[in-house]
């Protein structure tokens, strides 16, 4: 019936799938690993070339870090599942810049008794740019 529909010849209707089926599938295979890790309390799920932002931390810009709390670990084909770490994987990240937040105005009032209060924070923070998620 597709081939009615499609007006194709017997033999080109019952052939292997294509060449865009194969490269869409090769290229699922080859997709690089992610993790999911936790640093400062937080969890991230991390690939190569994604850029986080996450609490300050104590190393220079351009230092490399080693994020060792790797909670899962898959591919496109397999999956790793930590409990609670998946001890064979680790995550390589740069630390790129380190600044700051947005101001956060914090106003404190009390009516009818001339009692008001404004601070304001500025949280102080690191980008990461992973550069690798792998096994041993």
């Known amino acids: 019936m597709l081939r009615a529909l499609l007006r194709l010849p017997a033999a080109v209707a019952a052939a292997a799938p294509t060449a865009a089926v194969r490269a869409a599938a090769t290229q699922a295979e080859q997709r690089p690993m992610f993790a999911v890790v936790q640093l400062s309390g937080k969890q991230f799920k991390v690939q190569p070339d994604d850029v986080i932002v996450t609490n300050r931390l104590l190393c220079d810009v351009g230092e490399q870090v080693r994020l060792n709390k790797v909670l899962l670990a898959a591919t496109a084909s397999e999956?790793?599942?930590?409990?609670?770490?998946?001890?064979?994987?680790?995550?390589?990240?740069?630390?790129?810049?380190?600044?700051?937040?947005?101001?956060?105005?914090?106003?404190?009032?009390?009516?009818?008794?001339?009692?008001a209060v404004r601070q304001g924070h500025r949280q102080d923070i690191t980008l990461l740019r992973i550069n690798e998620v792998a096994m041993h």
């Open 79 to 115: 999956t790793h599942i930590g409990t609670p770490l998946v001890p064979s994987a680790y995550v390589t990240a740069t630390a790129i810049e380190h600044t700051k937040t947005e101001k956060v105005q914090v106003f404190k009032k009390k009516r009818r008794k001339g009692y």
